[in-house]
């Protein structure tokens, strides 16, 4: 997993491990700052592009059965 932007990574990486991104704080909350932007875009706009063609496809287009069925840490619930 590569990009250059830090959060749109985490955000990809989370939705392919079939997590929501939206429920976890920190991938959330950094979409948001506007003080000092991680991210000049929302999540909305994030388009994956892979070698794989099931994974070329707007973030919000991916799903779920494409993804590695990852469970949360015990003391978390995703």
Known sequence: MVGT??????AVSARIMT???KKIPSIRNSFDI???PIS???S???VMSSSLPKYDRKLGEF???DGFD???HF???N
């Open 63 to 65: 799903r779920e059965s």
């Open 70 to 72: 990852f469970k949360p």
């Open 75 to 77: 003391g978390r619930h």
């Open 5 to 10: 932007d830090p959060v749109a990574v985490d």
């Open 44 to 46: 909305d706009d994030l």
């Open 40 to 42: 000049d875009f929302s």
């Open 34 to 36: 506007r003080s000092y």
């Open 19 to 21: 997590f929501d991104g």
